[in-house]
């Protein structure tokens, strides 16, 4: 006997097959992210897109930054990721609220687009007791005042203070932390931070970038200071949420495929995020 299968029930049996988790940064840094998604996440496929062309966003306006982060998340939604990562500080900062408010209802109920500021908040208190916190952080996630706000929100008897760090992209991105005159910038805005409040027993590093630098930054840090990589801690918290979301869990393809876009050069990306995750990878350009 002959069984006939409706063509639409046959759509929903097999589903699109390549459905990745897109992970978006303005440049290299959210790559730090992606190695900890990788970690935690094997068997999901992941996309990450970097607007390396346009970066870096941390001194741009919050208008220009939403707009950059709004066609970017466009884009890999166009890609047939339904689950966005702005593993980005700024954008997260500057965007993700008025594209989670805003955008989403517009674009698809079912799509999400989650940020990397929430999770690292949200662990702060299981590891400070002084109850005194500092971010290093860019410029413009220094400006935007996301930490201290969020921070302030879940834990209003938290003390934060910030310090922006202007040359720490640009040193890991040239691979010049190393070097005296890095070292020197390095201690330089540790030492700012700490002088701002003597009590801080925890940093949050506020800049995807950083985790590079856990060692250098580490090496002038009280032994009692802990710092907080965002990486481990943003993969921990996807887990968790595709846990409690089994809706967008079955969304996700898991053939355990990488994908890497760059707006800028192919060569220059490859050679740099290959630095970042410590393993070969072959990108592709992207306009959007």
Known sequence: MVFLIPPFLIFTIMGNS??????????????????????????????YLGDNARSPYGTRSFDVVYDYTLEAVKQLFSMDCELVILACNTASAKALRTIQQSDLPKVSSSKRVLGVIRPSVEAVSRITKSRHIGVLGTVGTVRSNSYPMEINKLFPDVTVVQEACPMWVPLVENNEFGTTGGKFFIK????????????????????THYPIIKDEIKAFLPDHVKVISQGEIVARSLKDYLLRHPEMDCE????????????????????????????????????F
Do not use: M
Not at 260 to 280: C, G, I, M, P
């Open 18 to 47: 390549k459905q990745p988790i897109g992970v978006f940064d303005s440049g290299y840094g959210g790559l730090t992210i992606l190695n900890e998604l990788l970690n935690e996440l094997p068997e999901y496929d992941f996309i």
């Open 188 to 207: 330089k805005n540790i030492e700012n931070l700490l002088e701002k409040d003597p009590l801080i027993d925890a940093i949050i590093l506020g800049c």
């Open 252 to 287: 996700c393809s898991k053939n355990a495929n990488r994908e890497y876009y760059t707006t800028e050069f192919v060569d220059s990306f490859e050679e740099k995020a290959s630095r970042f995750l410590n393993v070969k990878l072959k990108a592709e350009h992207i306009s």
